[in-house]
Every structure is written in structure tokens, then in C-alpha cells.
């Protein structure tokens, strides 16, 4: 039996991407790519995923005839290859490429199950066959373009430490860009969250999820903050900088950044974008006339902390 390195290369990558996946699972890193609830499955179908690589292994480069052996019912194959007056099987017609059989044949009418498999396994062999042979190099260096993204990629995952998506990405995307820009002044207010008596706990997700509601100053006015996350300056007032977030629905792609405004002139002084900073404060009518918020945050309180376990909201 002849080795061919085309009949594992798909099996390899596939082998190779649910090692990453779950290893990442392990060492608790898959958090930073996917949200929580789709690790559990994430990690099962990789491993679903690597025992179905080793076990197609086994086959991916046995020849056409030996697998349908393989799968045949009778001593001599259910496909008849050595006696060419055998009317009772289907026939490879070698010189057309495809395939030709007897209506009468025993191993597609009711007498083999194994000669049927055996039939549309050489089919599709017969069909990637061709698609291999008339591969053109164009179509063979996309593949091996596809092969190193794919192999460079899962060694980058498993050799660097995984860091969490940065103002550069909230810049790119636009801070509080889902927010509702048909929210305007003393609208009715429906969330749950207006009927809470205990602020305290708010998370950032949960205060910009009411400024998305409503903007009405006699609501925010004297209620207290105290919320953390990364710095990311206001592009149109250096005295703004906002305490950031990103709310991951299913992975990190499609991440949205979410912030509350703070209004802290010098800010620059004793922090950098990207720091992971702790606020303290209350609600005010924005004193900014650059920025477009019209509520903001007045800090009694700023203070750098370290990166949380977990840097994103869900």
C-alpha cells in the first residue's frame, strides 16, 4: 500500500483544530474567544471530532479495492474486480471514469446492503479522484495558503497567552454603538432595572442598558457608580475618558464595546488607555460641551486595579 500525504491532510487539520479547542477548554483560556455556555459543546464535539480522526485514519489511505472489501459480505468482495463475466455485481468502467452495473445486479436489488455502501463509497472515491487529477495550481496553493493560516494559527493559540479584545478593537467598533438612538429625554421606562431600590451592584452593562432607555436627568442625577473596567479616551473631549466593556453574545467577533462616560479632567495624569481602572462616583448632567452623552459620571473615586478573571460581560 502506497502512502499519500493527500489522503490526511483534511484528517490533520481537523485533528489539529480540535486539539486547540481543547486545550484552550482546559486551561480555562476559551472563555476569551466564545461565550461560556458554548464551551461545554465547543469541547464535546472536539472531542467527538478527534476520536472520529483516528478512527477515519485507519482508512484514509487504504486503496479503493481493499476498502470495499472491507465492507463486503462475501469472501470475493460484493464488487466483482477479478472475474469481468461476474453479472451479478456492479462493474468499474475504468475506461470512462465512472461507473456501470447490471439492472439485475444482486448487490444493488435487494440481496446487499454492503455491496450498496461498497458501490457509493467508490462513486465518491472515484469523484474526489477526478477533482485531485484536474486540481490546478492556483487551486493547490489556495489550499496550501488555507493549510498554513490553519496550522500557523492553532500553534499561535497554543503557544502564546491568549489576551482579551483592547480599546483598539472598541475604538474600531464604536463605543455604546447598539444604544438606541431613539432614546431622548424623560422616555417612559420600561426595563426592569428602573424598579430596582439597590444600585450597587449595577454592572456597566446594566447602567448603559438604561441610558439606552432613557437619558432623563431627574433619573440618573445623585445615583452612585461603582463599576470597573479598561480606559478608553473620548475622541472629542480629552477630559472624557470611558470605563469600558465588551458584551460577547456568542464569541469574540462579534463583541460590542460598551461604556459609561466619565467626566475627569487630567485623567491622562494618572492612567493609560487600555488600564483596568476601578470607578467610584454619581451620575451628573454631562459638564463636557464636546462630548455627546448627556449624563456622565463624576468620580469621587479612580483607582488603577488588575485585569478581572473575567473581562468581558455576557
Known sequence: MRFSLSNYRGLGLVLLTAIVALWLAAT??????????????????????VVMVLFGGKYAGVPDDARIDALSDSPSGA??????????????????GGIRYDQDAKGLHGGGTAGKRALR????????????THRTWPA??????AAAVCIFGSLALLVSKPVPLTSATATQRGINAAASPAATARQPVSSPL???????????????????????PDFFTGKNVAVTGFVLA??????????????VTCCAVDARPIGLPVYAPGWQSG???????????????NPSVLNPDPIAVQP??????????NVYDY
Open 79 to 96: 464488487l466483482s474486480r477479478d472475474n469481468p463475466d461476474d453479472k451479478t455485481n456492479a462493474h468499474p468502467d475504468v475506461n470512462s
Open 300 to 309: 469621587d473615586k479612580l483607582q488603577k486595579t488588575s485585569q478581572p478573571e
Open 234 to 247: 473620548d475622541k472629542n473631549d480629552k477630559a472624557v475618558f470611558y470605563v469600558s466593556r465588551f458584551v
Open 140 to 145: 493547490r496553493l489556495r489550499w496550501l495558503a
Open 194 to 216: 428602573f424598579a430596582s431600590d439597590d444600585y450597587s451592584n449595577f454592572t456597566i452593562k446594566d447602567w448603559t442598558s438604561l441610558l439606552a432607555q432613557t437619558d432623563d
Open 28 to 49: 480555562s483560556q476559551l472563555d476569551l474567544y466564545i461565550h461560556p455556555r458554548y464551551i461545554l459543546f465547543t469541547a464535546g464535539l472536539s472531542a467527538i471530532a
Open 121 to 132: 463509497l467508490l462513486r465518491l472515491s472515484r469523484i474526489f479522484r477526478t477533482f485531485r
Open 271 to 285: 492612567f493609560k488607555q487600555d488600564d483596568w481602572v476601578r470607578v467610584t462616583g454619581a451620575f451628573v448632567s
